[in-house]
């Protein structure tokens, strides 16, 4: 395989120069009992020495030669998580209210529909987003390109989030939104980032340069 080909099968080169990661989907941090097993026997089969649970709810299958990562796919029988690369790589959910005693808002649900949107699209640079179920923020939200936060009264909306070594707080953009409206709104500035963005330009440098009120106005959002 050539390397873009291992690319799009979102296998990563590792520190030795030799063997890869790989990552399958496991949206919004779920797992099934089914995907868990074939993960372990895949690992065993193939003799992969590490997994290791990484950011964004993952799990990494690390050591991987190259020559297995077709059979490995094919075994898992499930999408690659797009780990590297300029695109969507994936919405981090917290239990919210179907699980956790705080949740006011459904997060897996809302992690889900978003995931299933966006999963596959391509962007100016990586885009991550982050689905609280209260205000408690267990997502780390306000650290994500998209940042959502579930209130009694609605979803509160924050863009142009980051980790990493330039780490930024989203600028919250909009609160009391219904499910509709949030996603109405992620839409028109997804549209506007990847129109306007440059190349591997994160949200959070893009809001940086554009200016937080130039993209309330694109939104066609009060000040
Ligand atoms: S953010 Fe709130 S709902 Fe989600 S896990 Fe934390 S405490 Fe529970």
Same mark, same amino acid.
């Given at each position: 395989m050539e390397s873009s080909d291992l690319i799009t099968k979102g296998a990563i080169l590792q520190r030795d120069k030799e063997s890869y990661a790989i990552i399958p989907r496991t949206p919004a941090g779920i797992l099934t009992p089914e995907l868990l097993k074939k993960i372990a026997c895949a690992a065993?089969?193939? %003799?992969?020495? @590490?997994? %290791?649970? @990484?950011?964004?709810?993952?799990?990494?299958? @690390?050591? @991987?030669? %190259? *020559?297995?990562?077709? *059979?490995?796919?094919?075994?898992l029988g499930t999408d690659s998580g797009q780990a590297i690369g300029l695109c969507f790589h994936y919405v981090q959910a917290c239990p919210g209210n179907s699980l956790c005693k705080y949740g006011v808002q459904d997060s897996i649900g809302l992690a889900l529909e978003l995931e299933k949107k966006y999963y596959g699209t391509e962007f100016p640079a990586k885009m991550k987003i982050g689905v609280s179920g209260c205000t408690i923020c267990c997502s780390e939200s306000y650290l994500r390109d998209i940042g959502i936060v579930g209130k009694k009264s609605g979803w509160t909306l924050s863009l142009g989030g980051n980790s990493g070594s330039n780490p930024r707080i989203g600028n919250v953009i909009v609160q009391k939104l219904t499910e509709e409206e949030l996603f109405t709104i992620i839409d028109k500035f997804l549209t506007y980032y990847i129109k306007y963005a440059k190349k591997k330009e994160r949200t959070s440098k893009f809001i940086k340069r554009i200016g937080i009120d130039e993209v309330r106005k694109n939104l066609g959002l009060p000040f």
């Open positions: 065993e089969e193939f %003799k992969i020495p @590490v997994l %290791k649970i @990484v950011s964004g709810q993952r799990i990494a299958m @690390v050591g @991987v030669k %190259k *020559e297995d990562i077709e *059979e490995i796919w094919r075994f």
